[in-house]
């Protein structure tokens, strides 16, 4: 068992607040970490021109380079996830104004799992305000693995940012509703505008999550014991486990980035979806937080604010330019696919999209 998590696991069981959740969270092997030197200088970012053909050759390239590599493992702590194919690569990108280059089974989906993390927290912001988002939430990273307790704790018992399990339940539960139906129904539509079509609902990834998601419903309660919680935890947890469950191909990532860098409008459905004055603030969120314990790493190689989930999908944006969505399901031990993080990384470098190198 890798060592963070079984340190988590132990004292996790100290605290009496659950056992067997914890105990089966054994995260993937193989760790492949985002590190690396950058290939591209800055003086040569400023000479690449992003033309049609350069673009689909470099995605072309990163899915030659990256398909046959096996390192990670799919997650397994939610059951469904163990059988989904790993074989599965699929890479979109799409540009703000619509223009889509893909490559590899860019229309198998997989569950969406925390990448939804980030049109809930966006639903937030729109309906109650930046303000509301910093201050009742948080905008800092834990430093600590997505599902942690430990991080509550250390944090005046609320969440520290919306993208780890106890932030998105928490935003979950602030999402303005009359009841929890009503709230998942706002969620879903929401991921939908921001896609442009209507995503499929996973029902057996559901089944399988909703029946062993303890760990998650602790986290709520215990939010709830610090007066963190705008519903019901209980039920607010179910949503966010619906949330998760909804199915994505990378096209459908790729799309719903370009969303986020077209200044909130779907480049293809043309509806606004998010205030512009919001992105950045989204953006700022998944650069500081969206791969986790490993966002450092991933900005310092990237620049780009991103954001993954258990599924396997990525969800990486370059502000005002693109979305860049990839889709593999085995992990590295933070819980990032480890493809989709290489196949990113190496187009965002090739293409120049590095926004710290402008
Ligand atoms: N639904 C998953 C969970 O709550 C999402 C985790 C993730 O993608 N990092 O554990």
Redesign the pocket.
């Known amino acids: 068992m890798e060592n963070r998590a079984h340190k988590h696991s132990l004292i996790s069981r100290g605290v009496g607040i659950l056992s067997v959740a914890c105990a089966s969270f054994i995260l993937m092997s193989a760790a492949v970490e985002a590190k690396g030197p950058l290939n591209v200088s800055a003086q040569e970012v400023k000479q690449i021109s992003l033309t049609e053909e350069r673009i689909q050759s470099v995605l072309n390239d990163a899915y030659a380079k990256f398909k046959d590599n096996q390192d990670g493992k799919n997650a397994d702590y ?1 059951k469904a996830l163990a059988v989904v194919d790993s074989k599965i690569f699929g890479i979109t990108l799409v540009t703000a104004d619509g223009k889509v280059y893909e490559v590899g089974d860019t229309k198998e989906a997989v569950s969406i ?2 990448i939804s993390k980030v049109f809930t927290a966006a639903k937030v912001i729109q309906e109650k305000g930046d303000k509301f988002l910093q201050e009742k939430i948080g905008v800092n990273a834990t430093g600590l693995a ?2 942690s307790i430990i991080a509550i704790e250390q944090h005046g018992g609320s969440a520290s940012n919306p993208f780890v ?1 106890a932030g998105a339940i928490q935003s979950t539960s602030w999402v303005e509703a009359k009841d929890s139906k009503e709230r998942w129904a706002k969620i879903k539509t929401y991921m939908d505008d921001f896609a442009g079509r209507k995503l499929p609902f996973n029902e057996e990834v559901y089944q399988s ?1 909703v029946n062993d ?1 303890k760990r ?1 419903q602790a986290i709520s309660k215990l939010l709830d014991a610090n007066g963190r919680m705008g519903s019901d935890p209980l039920e607010a947890t179910t949503v966010y ?1 619906k949330q ?1 469950s909804v199915n994505i191909s990378s096209h459908d990532l790729g799309m719903m980035g370009a969303t986020f860098a077209n200044d909130g409008i779907n480049p293809l459905t043309k509806k606004k979806v998010i205030d512009e004055e919001y992105v950045p603030h989204i953006l700022a969120v998944m650069a500081t937080a969206g791969l986790y314990d490993n966002a450092g790493d991933w900005l310092y190689l990237t620049g780009t604010p991103a954001k993954s ?3 396997g999908g990525i969800l990486a944006i370059v502000p005002g330019k693109m979305g860049i969505g990839v889709v593999s399901p085995p992990l590295d031990k933070y ?1 990032n696919s480890v493809r989709g993080q290489q196949a990113a990384a190496y187009i965002i470098d090739k293409l120049g999209l590095n926004p710290f190198a402008q």
């Open positions: 939610i799992q925390s997505f599902n399990n999550e998601n998650n486990t998760c989930g258990v599924g819980g």
